[in-house]
């Protein structure tokens, strides 16, 4: 079964600096999606970056890029110029081509600091 | 704006009482999702619908139900909820995922409690 990995249970950051959330998870599968989810304190999860694994190609979305290594399985977000804003559990999570089902991560705690 | 609801953001039931919780979309899209999230942890999915089509998690406990009763509604019934049933639960919904890879949307959440 896939699994999803994340090593940080919780990371913080001073306003306007740059954090790294890794994620590593696990497949014998080609065709997958990875996701990074945010969810701040009572509030709905939205999505934040997804990646193909057949791009090559990091994604990015403004202030957020990933470094995603595919041999090595690994999925990392980059947060550049930390917003207050920014703070929120953050999930990785995996999607097998063509299937419904999200495997997630159990989250990244991410504290902005003023 | 076009979204998914959840009613009510907050439950409370006694327990053994049945209780249902509510999830609808203006999206249009053909899958529904609950999810169980406790307390710090990740979401768990327990249960899907591919339009009209219910596709059960292995290990959701007998105790959860759901109901699709049109496109823009899901339910969930939790028969007889235990203390161990207190959580947040989440819908999700997304278009057809045969596609590739579409993004679920999440609904804000109800949080139940079990007295």
């Known amino acids: 079964a896939q699994t999803v990995t994340q090593s940080q249970p919780e990371m913080s950051v001073q306003e306007a600096e740059t954090v790294t959330l890794s994620c590593t998870y696990d497949t014998s599968e080609s065709d997958y999606y990875l996701f990074w989810y945010k969810q701040p304190p009572s509030r709905q999860m939205i999505l934040v970056i997804r990646q193909e694994a057949y791009k090559q190609q990091n994604a990015t979305e403004n202030r957020f890029s990933v470094n995603f290594q595919k041999a090595a399985k690994s999925f990392s977000l980059k947060i550049s110029d930390s917003q207050l804003g920014d703070a929120a559990m953050y999930f990785c999570?995996?999607?097998?081509?063509?299937?419904?089902?999200?495997?997630f991560g159990k989250g990244t705690k991410l504290t902005v600091n003023p | 704006d076009a979204m998914v609801i959840q009613n009510p953001r907050y439950q409370v039931t006694q327990f053994g009482k049945p209780v249902t919780l509510s999830c609808s979309q203006t999206l249009n899209h053909n899958v529904m999702y609950w999810y169980q999230q406790k307390s710090s942890q990740a979401p768990k999915l327990l249960f899907h619908y591919y339009d009209k089509d219910f596709n059960n998690e292995a290990d959701t406990p007998d105790n959860f139900q759901s109901r699709r009763p049109n496109t823009s509604f899901c339910f969930l019934d939790i028969r007889s909820p235990g203390l161990g049933d207190a959580a947040m639960y989440l819908c999700?919904?997304?278009?057809?995922?045969?596609?590739?890879?579409?993004?679920?949307?999440f609904g804000p959440g109800t949080r139940l409690t079990v007295l």
């Open positions: 999570a995996y999607r097998e081509g063509g299937s419904e089902k999200l495997v």
């Open positions: 999700a919904t997304s278009r057809d995922p045969s596609g590739r890879g579409h993004t679920q949307y």
